[in-house]
């Protein structure tokens, strides 16, 4: 009985206790340790401990969900490294960025058994970033040395910890990881990264096992990308032993882009070294000659049952040390030997193909690198291909050797394996090569320096890939003669390319190339091509395209002037016919010869300088309605830019013979820089009528013929209304001109002498003098406009001209001053003015501004409504005309209103003052005061109302004496003022 309650109390009372617990960690869990409490704490201890910036948005502690495993999780976490810079943040700071970071740890086998088992370890879609600076400092070391911890490791040393760690799974998901070496200037990046760990830690020994993926690698040594596009996958075993602190790699599977490799070998630890000795054994997963022809990427070759007999082998090395400035050294040696193969199905199979390929590389350079094929041999389907090549000195200045003698059936090869649908390739090829060079030579275009012998026939090559929409074509024979020089002998009967991007094709083409005895390794090598071609057509996308007839050529390269070190490549040809475009703009030459050469000045930049000419040219663009064409020119092109020599042009019914510069036309082209010119321009005709059209209006210009003589444009071609037309925005053109006709809308002007300049969409006249209505002009005008609104400015100066013609010449005069209607004879006239412009290009009157003055003498005032009411009124002699002897008129427009200050007018018997102001809606106050008449007294007559209603009554006179220069001066002041703010706001406008 005792016994039984003593049982039953022992159960109350670990029930309780248990009890108690789940209560206590309830209430710890789900009150005290909330994200909202604990993330802040995490917080502080991480950023205390840790010589790290850290930011967690939140903490989330479970137990129940999770059990008997404790789990935190953390999420949109980031840690900033403070061990290379505690100040500045920088790229090379940044440890860690997580979107979700999850640990789950097993606490009753800690208490139970002694064991740590961490039950997952999960991080997901995070970025490392791991530096490490040219000291060998790292921006991974971030955990705190404290007299705190040094105790704590003494406490370590006496107390060792015996626990065994246990870790189920540590995954990585959809990672990025970067390693960037600057001490051994190494850089590394692994895209889209996926792992999963097991670790089981003991006392002694240790074990590893990781299944790790990636979609992308990239490796660069001392500035040059060694490694790209490469895809791999890794799965082994690690056996850890930690007295000697090595790690042994067992049941290792590496694939490189499908390519499955097997490895085993071992890390040893160097603490005292601060290195890794890594000894690693590697070759081919399943070593046959079935597992090589597989290799072959299913995007060129289907899969099918193949049967394959011969050795093969595989395999090679990773040696030496890893650490401060050291990198271990790797080798590759490929063997086949006696292989054959036959795929089912197919007409031919392989009868023999051995090769042995071996290769070193030690980026350390403490011993040479080298790529090495001593033997490729392949024969089958009436093919026989024996090769050798070699590449020493890999990480300084490549040397190449390479040796073929090969006959090529293309034909029986496309029926010896299974290509893919679509996937073509035709033609025979014999071959019979060697070559020597250095890698260096290639890269800076010093292609004289490549040695070659031999021959090489192509007859009915053809490769096609329609999947790719792809397709080469071409019949070629090629003689290489030189042993110290590069002497070759070319003969292209015909040569197709087609591709997506690029598409070009030669009908025939012959060329020899002879090059100097190379007696120095510096300057670049003398190299002359001379060759003929007909119909090459070329094509790159949809936006540029080149044509060329029939032509003879001869290329050189050469030192450069500026650099012996970079070419200098000439050509000088002469083509019978030359086509041109980019985008929609064309440009096509008639007999056309070149004589130009570029200079190579940075890895992309070449500079032409030379002579271009030509007997015709045409030249169309989207942005202006006509074509350009052009006459027998020669023009010279100077560090990207042309320089016209007379060049006599034709747009339209304008004709233009242009000198000067046009420069970097090939970038305005391309719509990345400013076609900016300097040119004096000479004309007999320009028709801005039909040139403003042009612009306002552009046309297709598909719909003009090459060279077409006399081209007449139907009168319907351009619209006979003035548009709003908007100037290009990457025009910069000055333009000294001389011009003895101009048609502009129904007025001819004739010897047009002055400048223009273009710039900013922006038109600018300045100091133009010209003739028209039989009298002489100077001006100067601003003229921009937007699709939806337009600006001019001018300063007009005419002299002697009749009164009736300068009211045609413009038309707003007519609403401004209504006076001259009544005025007959001949005046000098000068206005400045500024306004905006409708979309018909007229000038809009309440936006006017500006200042006129009108002189002249022996005018006749002409009979009228206006005149038959005064002169009934002052009782003239004459009433149905009378003889001005002079006038002058001051005249100023703004705000809507025309104000004509007080002139003298003689005219009868009477001398009278006249002034006034009208506005713009044609109702008026005019004024005349009579000074000098029959009457014995002064008077005035005031004038009011409008032309449909107008009111004539005699008063007093409001002007006593005869207008004072003061009032002329106000006035002559105002318009040069405008003069001059018009000229400012045109280079407000420009700059």
């Known amino acids: 009985m005792k016994a039984g309650k003593i049982i039953k109390i022992s159960l109350i009372s670990i029930l309780s206790l248990v009890l108690l617990c789940v209560i206590a960690i309830t209430l710890l869990i789900n009150f005290i340790f909330t994200p909202a409490k604990l993330t802040p704490v995490v917080l502080d201890i991480a950023n205390e401990s840790l010589n790290a910036k850290i930011d967690i948005e939140s903490v989330d502690l479970t137990f129940f969900s999770t059990f008997p495993n404790f789990s935190l999780r953390v999420k949109n976490g980031a840690v900033v490294s403070k061990s290379l810079n505690d100040t500045l943040w920088g790229k090379t700071d940044s440890l860690v960025a997580f979107k979700e970071c999850l640990i789950s740890v097993n606490t009753i086998a800690y208490i139970k058994d002694n064991k740590i088992i961490i039950h997952n370890i999960l991080l997901e879609d995070a970025s490392l970033y791991a530096f490490k600076n040219r000291e060998g400092k790292s921006n991974w070391d971030i955990m705190k040395a404290s007299s705190d911890t040094l105790v704590a490791e003494e406490d370590t040393i006496q107390s060792k910890f015996d626990s065994e760690i246990d870790v189920r799974n540590i995954a990585l998901k959809n990672t990025n990881i970067t390693f960037d070496d600057r001490n051994t200037r190494i850089y590394s990046r692994l895209e889209n990264t996926n792992l999963k760990l097991k670790l089981l830690l003991e006392k002694e ?13 990239i490796f660069w040594q001392e500035g040059e990308l060694l490694v790209n596009k490469i895809k791999t996958s890794l799965k082994t075993k690690i056996d850890i032993n930690k007295p000697t602190q090595t790690f042994t790699l067992t049941d290792t599977e590496l694939s490189v882009n499908g390519i499955k490799l097997a490895a085993n070998g071992t890390f040893v630890r160097d603490t005292i070294a601060k290195q890794v000795d890594v000894d690693i054994e590697y070759g081919l997963h399943t070593p046959s000659v079935k597992t090589v022809l597989e290799m072959i990427p299913e995007s060129i070759m289907k899969k099918m049952k193949v049967t394959a007999k011969g050795e093969v082998s595989v395999k090679g090395t990773i040696k030496g040390a890893y650490g401060e400035k050291k990198i271990p050294a790797a080798s590759l040696k490929i063997q086949i030997k006696d292989a054959s193969a036959k795929y089912s199905g197919l007409a031919y199979g392989i009868d023999h193909l051995s090769t042995d390929f071996d290769a070193y590389i030690d980026l350390m350079r403490n011993k040479p690198s080298y790529l090495n094929l001593q033997i490729f041999h392949f024969k089958g389907a009436h093919t026989d291909i024996i090769a050798s090549a070699r590449a020493t000195d890999l990480l300084t200045d490549p040397y190449i050797t390479v040796n073929t003698k090969s006959t090529v059936d293309m034909d029986a090869l496309a029926k010896t394996f299974p290509l893919q649908e679509g996937l073509s390739i035709t033609g025979k090829l014999d071959a019979d090569l060697n070559m020597k060079c250095h890698l260096s030579s290639l890269k800076k275009q010093d292609i004289g320096r490549i040695k070659l012998m031999g021959n090489l026939n192509l007859n009915g090559f053809g490769l096609k890939d329609t999947k790719q929409d792809f397709e080469l074509t071409s019949n070629a024979s090629l003689r290489f003669t030189g042993d110290s ?51 090459l057509k070329a094509k790159v996308g949809d936006t540029i395209s080149l044509y060329s007839g029939k032509t003879r050529a001869k290329a050189t390269i050469s030192p450069g002037k500026r650099d012996k070190t970079k070419p200098l490549i000439g050509l000088n040809f002469k083509t019978d016919s030359l086509f041109f475009r980019a985008n929609q703009s064309k440009l096509g030459l008639g007999v056309a010869g070149f004589d130009v050469h570029a200079e190579k000045h940075k890895d992309s930049i070449w500079l032409p300088e030379g002579t271009v000419g030509f007997d015709k040219l045409f030249l169309s663009t989207p942005h202006f309605g006509l074509p350009i064409r052009a006459g027998k020119t020669k023009v010279s ?75 007449v444009l139907p009168n319907d071609s351009l619209s006979s209304d003035f548009r709003l037309f908007v100037i290009p925005e990457n025009i910069d053109f000055e333009l000294k001109t001389d011009i003895k006709k101009v048609t502009y809308d129904k007025m001819l002007f004739e010897n047009v002498h002055g400048w223009a300049e273009i710039k900013n969409q922006a038109v600018h006249l300045r100091d133009l003098s010209m003739r028209a209505l039989d009298a002489e002009m100077k001006t100067v005008m601003v003229y921009k406009a937007t699709q939806a609104q337009g600006y001019t400015g ?23 001053v209504p006076m001259l209607r009544s005025f007959k004879g001949y005046v000098d006239f000068d206005i400045v003015a500024e306004s905006q412009l409708d979309s018909l290009l007229n000038i809009k009157v309440p936006t006017l501004k500006s200042a006129i003055k009108i002189e002249g003498d022996s005018l006749v005032l002409m009979d009228g409504e206006t005149f038959a009411e005064i002169s009934k009124m002052l009782m003239f002699k004459n009433k149905k005309q009378n003889l001005v002897d002079s006038i002058s008129v001051n005249i100023t427009v703004d705000n809507g209103s025309v104000n004509i200050y007080p002139f003298l007018v003689e005219i009868d018997r009477y001398r009278a003052a006249v002034g006034g102001r009208q506005g713009l809606d044609m109702n008026f106050e005019y004024h005349i005061s009579v000074l000098k008449s029959p009457i014995p007294f002064k008077m005035g007559v005031n004038i009011t109302g409008n032309l449909d209603k107008m009111k004539i009554r005699l ?7 005869a207008v004072t220069p003061v009032e002329i001066r106000k006035v002559d002041s105002t318009r040069l003022n405008m003069g001059n703010e018009i000229v400012r706001r045109f280079r407000r406008m420009v700059n």
């Open 205 to 217: 020994n240790s074990s590893l096992k990781l299944d790790f993926d990636n979609d992308n690698i």
């Open 794 to 816: 001018f300063d007009f100066k005419i002299k002697d001209i009749n009164v009736g013609k300068l009211v045609e010449f413009i038309p707003s005069l007519d609403t401004i």
């Open 637 to 711: 092109l100077e560090k990207g830019d042309i320089k016209l020599h007379n060049a006599a042009i034709r747009i339209g019914k304008s004709n233009i013979t242009a000198s000067g510069a046009i420069y970097k036309p090939y970038r305005a082209m391309k719509k990345k820089g400013l076609l900016k010119a300097r040119l004096d321009i000479n004309s007999d005709r320009i028709d801005c009528n039909q040139l403003i059209n042009a612009l306002s209006i552009p046309g297709d210009s598909t719909n003009h013929d090459f060279f077409v003589e006399n081209e």
């Open 955 to 961: 008063g007093g006179a409001k002007y006593k004496d």
């Open 485 to 535: 020089t590069l002497q070759a002998y070319a003969d292209v009967r015909q040569l197709v390319l087609k591709s997506k991007q690029l598409s070009s094709s030669i009908e025939l083409l012959s060329a020899q190339v002879t090059s100097t005895n190379p007696q120095d390794t510096s300057p670049i090598v003398n190299l002359e091509c001379n060759f003929g071609l007909s119909k």
